[in-house]
């Protein structure tokens, strides 16, 4: 089945841990990209990659990394980890036409 | 940023009814996309569309891409119950890059059986 996937699906954590959230797709997408979305802000860009080891930032990428070692993978790395951050994150993959398809999310909360 | 005003920004209708709701912008869009977001999942896409004037179809639902390129309109007829959601338009702008989508707020949907 064609998906992508993101672990863990709840995260719990306090300031200044470092986590990592996996994002992983099987359809063979070049781009993919991170949102978070929040209360009455909607779903806003963190992260983008167009293709392996290319990525740039979205509208808000302070405080997140991400990398690009593999077509399929793109995880999303907190190194210190803020209550500011705690969201709904979604990881996304897209076709050349555009479609965008969606992880199920993340929720994160940051104590 | 860019902006995309959706709206409206809630509904609370009677099953059975029709249900309309739009996104505008001032800039110009080569492609949008509708969305609808089950409450605890990812946003699932509903319809696709990638020409001025394209009217497309998906079982009850029906969404236009604007002639002017600048706004894009999403109609359920018949609501059931199961169209309770938040939907969301996406706009990718003219000589925008792949992806690189700018999402409306979202319009959440209820629906009173």
């Known amino acids: 089945e064609a998906q992508v996937t993101q672990n863990p699906r709840y995260l719990i954590t306090v300031t200044g841990k470092k986590l990592t959230v996996t994002c992983s797709q099987n359809m063979n997408h070049e781009y993919m990209s991170w949102y978070r979305q929040d209360p009455g802000l909607g779903l806003r860009q963190i992260y983008y990659?167009?293709?392996?080891?290319?990525?740039d930032k979205g509208d808000v990428p302070e405080g997140y990394k991400v990398s690009r070692k593999e077509k399929r993978n793109f995880p999303l790395i907190l190194e210190s980890p803020s209550p500011n951050q705690t969201s709904l994150y979604f990881c996304?993959?897209?076709?050349?036409?555009?479609?965008?398809?969606f992880g199920p999310g993340t929720r994160l909360t940051v104590t | 940023g860019q902006q995309l005003n959706q709206s409206p920004q809630s509904m609370f209708i009677q099953e059975g009814e029709d249900v309309s709701m739009n996104c505008t912008s001032s800039?110009?869009?080569?492609?949008w996309l509708w969305y609808k977001q089950d409450p605890g999942e990812g946003p699932v896409l509903l319809i696709a569309?990638?020409?001025?004037?394209e009217l497309t179809s998906n079982g009850r639902l029906t969404a236009q891409f604007g002639i002017t390129r600048k706004d894009s309109f999403l109609n359920i007829s018949a609501s059931i119950p199961s169209d309770v959601g938040i939907y969301f338009c996406a706009g990718r702008l003219v000589g925008g890059s792949q992806g690189n989508l700018i999402f409306g707020k979202g319009t959440k949907l209820s629906v009173k059986p």
């Open positions: 990659s167009m293709n392996v080891e290319v990525t």
């Open positions: 996304a993959s897209s076709l050349p036409s555009g479609k965008l398809y």
């Open positions: 569309l990638y020409k001025a004037g």
């Open positions: 800039s110009i869009f080569n492609t």
